[in-house]
């Protein structure tokens, strides 16, 4: 055989080599393109390189050294080759070549893959994973396949699952929409029902009024008649008199004179006399006037107690471990323990990172929706520390407004952080679907506004920056009319980045706020009914206070705006206190901030 030192076979000999299994080149089979490393079969039928077939050859026979048979041949060349063998030993050489090397021990090839830990193992690697389930590194691939295998149907199994718990949830949403529609329709019915039976109520009223009045009339017009009559009779005496004295006058005989007089004088006095009795006794004239009494405190009660929303939700849940949670960039979460007075921060680990000057609110489940900021119009819910992706809005906003209000967050204004363009424009988001849709459009293009729902009807905003000038215009929305309307009245000076909240039905408090010439310490009270502005006690300090505000338990919790301090305000008591400072070397200007809570079923 013409073969070279590396085992390379000789060209004149290529016609040999194609007939051993399929090869480019014979050094890619390293121990069977060397000539005393390829199989030979024996008669017994077993196999063993040349190498070692050299190593037993006597002359022209030849031992067996498994079976101790006895195999004759002149020459080791002279057994056939055992290509099974040849292709078998060629897919294991082409297998090592292709494994790869053990990081823990160089120069080991990987031969064993471990179930538990999903990793290749060497030989030294074995006692590492004592008592785990491995198997060969080839069957690693199949091991593999089927986990895959295993996933992917994990995979189809919770798709179906969310699928059907997503049909399920429409279906559910529909039968609420209906429930909805039933049960407005039936409280539409039932205060029909209520205001036909006020109006007959009214009417019955209003009859019996004029009733009471007639009689009074009738008893006056009485009265007339009888002074009519008095007066009639009193001008009949009036003229006897005078016929009396005319006949007096013609009079000679004063006895007789004196005795008619007498008699006419008696007659008369006792005629005053007896109508002087009458009206003695019938007394001044005193006509009752009827008014209508109605004990309005008592029957707005008692409307107030009509009827009654029964929901297996209803007084079941107590909110406990409240927070005041900032988020700022870098993903740093801090948080304020309203209970125990504490400052927390972490990093939160996160694919989605917050934006700055974003806006974030609270939603009823006790977490946080956080919206925008930067040049992004991105949507992250914050719940136990997660942070999950929502649907986009539908406009990039920045420094704009967030707020909850029957079952949608609605956000509004701002300005676009790609564009710079000042907006009018609005949307909200359906929490259930996780669908933003457009609503109309403030009357003024405006950021670094405060926002407040009022009365879980209305939208309030106040004051902002429409790009050249602060402003002191006040807008309200209507979320039944998706509707805005500028009020007449606005605030007592053009101020941006305050903050607001309505503690009570009808009031809106706003702390804070940029003034052209610094920061305002002030504090004031709106009564929306009225338009009066009432004057509370201001904070220690003037505050940008936009996003860093918090209500909750009758106190206004007040955060950073200008230094790093913080204080609280109690509403009822009109009493501020100091809070201990926060984390963070910064004014949290950029940051945006809401309550979050754990709900409980309450015991």
Known sequence: MDWCTKGHLHPGRQRFIAS??????????????????????LLCGHTFCEACLHK???????????????????????LPINFIAADLALQYLQRQKQSAGCVLH????????????????????????????????????????????????????????????????????QKLDSKATEEVSKIDSEFEVLKAALHARKEELIEQFHSVLALEEQKIAQEIEDVKAVEAESMRQKRNLAEFAAELANMTDLEVTKRLLTASLEEITEQIQTLDSRLQAEGALDPVQPEFIMPMQQYKAQI???????????????????????????????TFDLTTKQWDLRTLFSHHDFNYYAAAVTLPDGSALVTGGGS???????????????????????????????????????????????????????????????????????????ATSVNSKL??????????????????????????????????????????????????????GGLSTGFSLHVQLLDIETGQWVSLPP????????????????????????????????VEMCEWEELPNYLVGDNLDSWSSALIYRRSEKK
Not at 130 to 155: T, W
Not at 553 to 569: I, L, Q, T
Request: aromatic fraction near 10%; hydrophobic fraction near 35%; glycine fraction near 8%.
């Open 304 to 334: 107030a107690s009509l009827g009654k929303v029964v929901s297996d939700h209803t007084d079941m849940y107590e909110i406990q471990q409240p927070l005041l949670c900032f988020f700022g960039d870098k993903n740093q979460v801090m």
């Open 56 to 78: 037993q050859f006597d002359r022209q026979r030849f031992l067996c050294p498994t079976c101790r048979a006895v195999t004759p041949m002149n020459s080791i060349s002279d």
């Open 376 to 450: 992004s119009a991105s949507v992250l819910h914050y719940k136990d520390r997660k942070v999950v992706k929502k649907a986009n809005m539908t406009q990039i906003r920045k420094e704009h407004a967030s707020v909850y209000l029957c079952g949608c967050v609605y956000v509004i204004g701002g300005y676009d952080g790609l564009t710079g363009r000042f907006l009018h424009e609005g949307e909200k988001y359906n929490l259930l679907r996780d669908e933003w849709s457009q609503i109309a459009p403030m009357n003024v293009a405006r950021c670094a506004f405060s």
């Open 106 to 173: 160089p120069g080991e090839l990987l031969r064993f893959f471990c179930n538990t830990c999903t990793e290749g193992m060497c030989a030294e690697c074995i006692i590492g994973h004592s008592g785990h389930f491995f198997v060969k590194y080839d069957e690693s691939v199949q091991v593999l396949k089927n986990k895959a295998g295993d996933v992917q149907r994990a995979i189809a199994e919770a798709a179906k699952l969310l699928d059907d718990r997503g049909n399920d949830a429409i279906e559910s949403l």
């Open 459 to 512: 939208i309030f905003i106040f004051g902002g920056y429409d790009g050249t000038i602060r402003l002191s215009s006040i807008e309200k929305y209507d979320h039944e009319e998706d509707k805005w309307q500028q009020l007449p009245i606005t605030l007592r000076s053009p101020l941006s980045n305050s903050a607001c909240f309505s503690p009570r039905k009808n009031q809106v408090i706003i702390l804070g």
């Open 539 to 570: 904070m220690a300090e003037g505050r940008d206070l936009r996003n860093k505000v918090c209500y909750y338990g009758g106190k206004v919790y007040c955060v950073g705006g200008y230094n790093f301090k913080a204080e609280a305000f109690a």
């Open 20 to 41: 051993l299994p399929t090869m480019e080149c014979p050094v890619c089979a390293e121990i069977y393109a060397e000539r005393l490393r390829r199989p030979r079969s």
